[in-house]
């Protein structure tokens, strides 16, 4: 106890408001995390409730562009495809009866490309694909 006697209050006081305003500021992991959560739902292909059809055929639209512009690094171009099937395959009610299967083989024959790192291959698909939503644009179905 005759040591802690000898320390000044300010010696003590400095470390523990430090200490404090350290723990004030927050988990820079968790910030991040924040940050990147939030820029992703920016991102094409993460919805957040349901959609309809325009916005079903816009997102899928917009990345089979992206897929097809080769501007991808192997790794972005599987998110991305992933992103595509799933705003096809999750809203496939969304999308002209008339193009459900070929929409489905060619996700299937995109995917088949990415595995065999076939990057022109999976251009030729998106472009398929994001042809015939174009087409689809001009008349949409009922709902």
């Known amino acids: 106890?005759?040591?802690?006697?000898?320390?000044?209050?300010?010696?003590?006081?400095?470390?523990?408001?430090?200490?404090?305003?350290?723990?004030?500021?927050?988990?820079?992991t968790a910030q991040d995390q924040g940050e990147t959560d939030a820029s992703m739902s920016d991102q094409p292909g993460v919805e957040v409730g349901p959609v309809t059809q325009?916005?079903?055929?816009?997102?899928?639209?917009?990345?089979?562009?992206?897929?097809?512009?080769?501007?991808?690094?192997?790794?972005?171009?599987a998110v991305a495809l992933e992103d595509l099937d799933r705003?096809?395959?999750?809203?496939?009610?969304?999308?002209?009866?008339?193009?459900?299967?070929?929409?489905s083989e060619d996700v299937a024959s995109a995917r088949?490309?990415?595995?065999?790192?076939?990057?022109?291959?999976?251009q030729e698909a998106a472009t398929r694909i994001e042809s015939k939503l174009s087409g689809s644009a001009a008349t949409p179905a009922a709902s």
């Open 1 to 28: 106890m005759k040591m802690f006697r000898n320390l000044r209050p300010a010696t003590i006081a400095v470390p523990l408001m430090l200490a404090l305003s350290l723990a004030a500021c927050g988990d820079p």
């Open 112 to 122: 088949d490309a990415l595995t065999a790192n076939d990057m022109e291959g999976l």
């Open 87 to 103: 705003v096809i395959n999750d809203n496939i009610v969304e999308f002209p009866e008339d193009m459900r299967a070929g929409l």
């Open 54 to 77: 325009g916005q079903a055929q816009a997102e899928a639209k917009e990345l089979a562009l992206r897929l097809a512009s080769g501007d991808l690094a192997s790794s972005e171009a």
